[in-house]
């Protein structure tokens, strides 16, 4: 708009996008990958401040035109603890042995439960039970075979001293097994 009698008649940069003052009366450009632009943006990249844009926050990723800090969240089964992330595949998958179940974590707190395991990305405490023939304290990461010379028909054992030692008259020489009977002595 041309011939504005008052400053207050100015428009503001819109969201998502950036006016460096080049061309006062057109938007310059998108916001940057790694921001975001709610509004009055003068660059591409802005810091924060007193303009309501800045810095992709932890947690989260800023693609280009980002209007908003916290618009695009890390999904669950995976977190971020740095800042200015530009897309969703820069998040940090969930540490193994541990869960994420939310989105926009910044990082990776609660264990798995005893009995159970989680690779990385799992969200959810009990991802995978722990098998027969093996044990799984809190926080593992995969299931941990009974030794040689024990064994385990139940699931979800949280100890290997919940193994149980072979049947009389009998070896179980493979770690893992879920039969006490394997080999006749």
Not at 52 to 80: D, E, R
Not at 148 to 165: I, M
Request: glycine share 12%; aromatic share 8%.
């Amino acid at each position: 708009t041309t011939r504005l009698e008052h400053v207050d008649n100015c428009t503001v940069c819109p969201p998502g996008k950036f006016c460096d003052g080049s061309t006062p009366t057109e938007v310059t450009g998108d916001c940057g990958a790694g921001y975001w632009c709610q509004f009055g943006a003068t660059r591409s990249d802005p810091i924060e401040g007193n303009t309501g844009s800045g810095i992709c926050p932890p947690g989260h990723y800023c693609t280009v035109g980002t209007t908003k800090p916290k618009q695009h969240p890390c999904p669950a089964g995976s977190f971020s603890s740095d800042t200015k992330l530009e897309r969703v595949d820069q998040c940090t998958p969930c540490t193994e042995g541990y869960y994420c179940n939310e989105s926009g974590m910044t990082e990776a707190v609660d264990k798995c439960h005893a009995g159970y395991y989680c690779e990385p990305s799992s969200t959810s405490p009990t991802r995978a039970e722990c098998p027969e023939g093996s044990w799984c304290e809190e926080g593992s990461p995969t299931h941990t075979p009974c030794p040689a010379g024990t064994w385990s028909d139940v699931a979800r054992l949280t100890s290997e001293s919940e193994c149980k030692n072979c049947t009389a008259g009998y070896a179980c020489p493979e770690p893992g097994s879920s039969n006490g009977t394997q080999v006749e002595c």
